[in-house]
């Protein structure tokens, strides 16, 4: 069993950056893939970024590439989302997740094959 607590999100201008952050509990931690999901009102759920256990490997949304970045500290239980350059678009609740996954891209990628799912930060981005 893995609880998953976010943090960081808030109120910021456009052109502006946040750091979110998801804090694990459980062993395992570092046995997961984690990522990051968003979800705007009247929207579906829909994949940000994303890290191997080991974080060698990433994926990322084509809507933020070279702006976010993704990252974990395994020995602190805890993956980062560091989001610059933010648009009014990136307003949404952020919501981390973390999975058995395999170490690709395109697993990783997928909604279902996480498990474990956070409650979410409020991010909103003014223009």
Excluded at 27 to 49: D, L, N
Excluded at 72 to 92: C, W
């Amino acid at each position: 069993q893995v609880q998953l607590v976010e943090s960081g999100g808030g109120l910021v201008q456009a052109g502006g950056s946040l750091r979110l952050s998801c804090a694990a509990s459980g062993r395992t931690f570092s046995s997961y893939a984690m990522g990051w999901f968003r979800q705007a009102p009247g929207k579906e759920r829909e994949f940000v970024a994303a890290i191997s256990w080991s974080g060698g490997i990433t994926n990322y949304a084509d809507s933020v590439k070279g702006r976010f970045t993704i990252s974990r500290d395994n020995a602190k239980n805890t993956e980062y989302l560091q989001m610059n350059s933010l648009k009014p678009e990136d307003t949404a609740v952020y919501v981390c997740a973390a999975g058995l996954i395999p170490p690709t891209r395109q697993a990783m990628g997928v909604i279902r094959n996480y498990d474990y799912w956070g409650q979410g930060t409020q991010v909103t981005v003014s223009s």
